[in-house]
């Protein structure tokens, strides 16, 4: 008869299942409840303080964490959360709502709600973060004055490896999501949501940042629903839905004479639905260093867009400190590919470029935009380009 298999004794269970946790909570980091740190879900507490501790905790940790945001209305003033954290590993999972003061003057003239500061492998998981602008929008188009600039909702600075999934953005008083000199960053899955009379409210906006990815995303705002700045290089936008809102822009670009370049962009497969431009590029009419080069505009469906594609370099609001004066942002081998559908003016390909440099090796290939079920037109000045396949309108090179 075979002896029986020995039983292991209670103290090496326990050591076994102590391992196991140690490893787990190696593995997995602390998880940090907003909850915990005094937060209240009715959406009428201030939970700014309860926030900032539990970003402390994380932060401070040496392994990864994981801070928690649970269903209900948590009201947030402005907060920063600061970098040089113990670790590079901190995800927000959030379930609740985020919510701005109702009173657009409590963070109206901060310039930001929440904003993020040197982090180092930061992301965000779900959530709503609603900006309740409805009030400062109305201010801003009453033409009244005495308004303040607004907030933006969600700004990234000088921060690496950011990644943001699964996020909303409602009713931003400015800008909702903002990032700035900061270096691999992706987004998936956001979506903007605000009225189209809604001023300043761009969606996405990029600066002075490299390797930032955006896709899969659905933008509705009253500015443009992603914004590329100065100092942007290797940008990839996929699979969007825009509007309404006024396009995605490069610019504008020029307004001060040193001014960092944009190059290496490409945006693929992007769907502008009644908006005021499609891809456009803009820039001040006015001396300055700065250039464009290296973009690719590619699968784009418009429909009933007002300039379905341009490049404005004449651009001067008020008409100050530009009348008479050209542009010095240098536009060069901008591609246009497979772009198709429909313009709500008869001019639906615009170049209008700097007489002083004017813009080169702009590409055409396989465009169809008509105007009213008929022909739609081009217009050029400056430009100069070629047309590959079939280009309609025709183009004005």
């Not at 992603?226 to 396009?247: D, K, Q, V």
């Not at 590029?281 to 300055?288: M, V, Y």
Request: include cysteine; proline fraction near 4%; charge should be positive.
């Amino acid at each position: 008869m075979a002896n029986p298999t020995p039983k292991p004794s209670p103290t090496l269970v326990l050591h076994v299942i102590l391992c196991c946790w140690l490893c787990s909570s190696i593995v997995m980091g602390a998880t940090y409840n907003v909850i915990n740190f005094g937060a209240k879900s009715d959406g009428k507490t201030d939970s700014t303080k309860a926030f900032l501790n539990a970003w402390a905790k994380a932060c401070a940790s040496t392994s990864s964490a994981s801070i928690y945001v649970p269903r209900g209305r948590f009201l947030l003033r402005s907060a920063t959360f600061g970098g040089q954290c113990h670790n590079q590993a901190i995800t927000f999972t959030i379930d609740g709502t985020l919510v701005a003061p109702s009173d657009y003057r409590v963070i109206g003239s901060s310039g930001k709600w929440l904003q993020f500061e040197g982090v180092n492998g930061v992301s965000i998981r779900g959530g709503v973060l609603d900006g309740q602008g409805t009030a400062l929008w109305n201010c801003k188009n009453s033409g009244k004055g005495n308004c303040p600039t607004g907030a933006t909702t969600l700004g990234f600075t000088n921060s690496n490896n950011v990644a943001i999934s699964g996020l909303t953005s409602l009713n931003s008083q400015m800008f909702h999501i903002v990032f700035n000199g900061c270096q691999n960053v992706k987004l998936q899955g956001v979506k903007v949501m605000a009225d189209g009379n809604s001023p300043n409210t761009d969606g996405i906006h990029v600066q002075m940042s490299s390797h930032v990815t955006i896709l899969n995303s659905n933008i509705r705002t009253g500015d443009d629903c992603i914004s590329i700045g100065p100092g942007t290089t290797n940008l990839w936008i996929e699979n969007i839905a825009c509007g309404p809102g006024h396009g995605i822009s490069i610019g504008s670009l020029g307004k001060d004479f040193k001014e960092a370049g944009v190059q290496n962009v490409t945006v693929k497969t992007v769907t502008f639905t009644g908006t005021q431009n499609g891809v456009r590029i803009k820039t001040w009419g006015r001396p300055s260093n700065g250039f464009v080069r290296n973009v690719l505009f590619q699968d784009a469906i418009m429909v009933n867009v007002e300039n379905p594609v341009i490049i404005d370099q004449n651009y001067c609001p008020g008409n100050k400190g530009c009348p008479g004066q050209a542009s010095g942002v240098k536009v060069s081998d901008v591609t246009y590919r497979d772009i198709h559908g429909t313009s709500a003016t008869q001019v639906a390909v615009k170049f209008d470029c700097s007489s002083k440099y004017p813009c080169s090796g702009i590409k055409l290939e396989d465009v169809k935009l008509t105007y009213k079920n008929q022909r739609a037109v081009s217009s050029c000045n400056h430009a100069d380009g070629a047309s590959l396949g079939s280009v309609q309108p025709q183009s004005c090179f």
